[in-house]
Every structure is written in C-alpha cells, then in structure tokens.
C-alpha cells in the first residue's frame, strides 16, 4: 500500500492547458508568500513573489493571486509545458527569520 | 553568477555513524538556512544563521544535530550517531536579506543511513 508521507496531491494536465495550483496558508500576520518549483533531484527554484499589499502579481506564463481575505494563495500557469512537471511548494513569511512551507503539489503534464 | 553549492551530492553512512554536509552560499548572501526533506514532504527548516548573530536553532531534531557557520560564508551540519530516521535530503539556502525573504536553494545532499 501507499506509504504515509508520500501523498501528494497532484494535478495532471494536458499540455498547453492552464494549471492552477492552490494554497492555502496558515499564519494572518505573514506578508510575503513565495512559490517554489522542485524537479526532482534538485532543490527548490524560485518562480514568484507577491507581498500582502497586492493581490494579483504577473511573472513570464506565470501568475500569482492572493486573497488574504481566506488566506489563500494560487499559481497559475498559462499553456503548460511537459517541463513544467514538478512538485511545486508555496511558502509565507511574516518577518520571522524565516519561511513557512507548504505541503507541495505534484504538477504532472502529458504532452 | 554562481548558486548555492552543496556537497556531497550523496552520502550513505551507516547508523551509528557522524557525517559532515557542506553548504556554500552565493557569495554576498548574509543568511543562510538549513532544511531537512524527507521523501515525499515539504521542508522541515532545521537552522538559520545571519550575519554574526547566534543561529536559530529552533527547528534541529535532537542534539545529534549541530551548525557552524565560519568567516559568514560556508556553513557544515554535522549529525552524529546517525539514525535510520535521519535519512532525507539535506538542502541549504541563502538570502540577501535577514528576513528570511527570497531564498535561493542548493541542490541539497542525500543521506542515507542503512
């Protein structure tokens, strides 16, 4: 059977769709929220920041929205590529001397 | 420019036994952080050190577990007596800022402990 621990929740898509990945966080006082993307056998590499006084930020196919209303977070990925395959990790700070991670969601893309 | 470093990519140890990871932060990077990723899990942060403060050594296991980090630059966790339950992989990072903000990752060490 399938162990504890290596669970992940996992979106699978097509290539070329958008891919939503959601997050939701725990901490009202945090400011700043980062996503991470991990391929497998490497570290975590940073995608995109936003700070608690915006709510939509736009990277390059990427964008990040932020409702602090229900503390929640999510990464959108425009026109999905099989490289895009990954776990990807939400993180929040709030000015704490460092940051809190997510669980991870495996983003799984068939071309 | 250069990124984090970490060495050894591997190390399998037996139990019982100590073992030394190596960090290398981007030069420049005043903070520099430890992690601990078991096998299917997010990051356990284990250690922070910023500047010439005392570390935070809030989030190490047990005290099999140290850090040092010298001259403000690379830094070695050290486990001793290793046990089976220390296997994961190891990841280092560092940030410009003390706040713990934008950190950028090492490609982590993998230990395991048989």
């Known amino acids: 059977g399938e162990s504890v621990g290596l669970h992940l929740p996992t979106l699978s898509v097509q290539e070329g769709d958008n891919s939503i990945i959601n997050c939701a966080y725990s901490n009202s006082a945090s400011d700043y929220f980062i996503w991470y993307k991990q391929e497998s056998g490497k570290g975590p590499q940073f995608i995109i920041d936003i700070r608690s006084n915006m709510d939509k930020r736009q990277g390059q196919r990427v964008t990040v929205l932020l409702n602090k209303t229900v503390k929640h977070l999510s990464l959108q990925i425009a026109a999905t590529q099989p490289g895009d395959s990954a776990v990807y990790f939400c993180?929040?700070?709030?000015?704490?001397?460092?940051?809190?991670f997510g669980k991870g969601t495996m983003l799984l893309v068939s071309p | 420019g250069a990124g984090v470093s970490q060495s050894p990519s591997n190390k399998v140890t037996e139990k019982g036994k100590d073992v030394e990871l190596r960090c290398d932060p981007i030069s420049g990077h005043t903070a520099l952080y430890w992690y601990r990723q078991s096998l299917g899990q997010g990051l356990e942060f284990l250690i922070y050190f910023q500047g010439n403060s005392a570390p935070d050594k809030s989030g190490l296991p047990s005290d099999r577990f140290s850090a040092e980090r010298t001259g403000g630059s690379v830094s070695t966790l050290t486990i001793q007596r290793t046990q089976q339950e220390d296997s994961a992989v190891y990841l280092c990072?560092?940030?410009?800022?003390?706040?713990?903000?934008?950190?950028?990752f090492g490609p982590g060490t993998r230990l395991t402990v048989l």
């Open positions: 993180a929040e700070n709030s000015g704490y001397s460092t940051l809190t």
């Open positions: 990072a560092s940030s410009l800022s003390p706040q713990g903000r934008t950190q950028y």
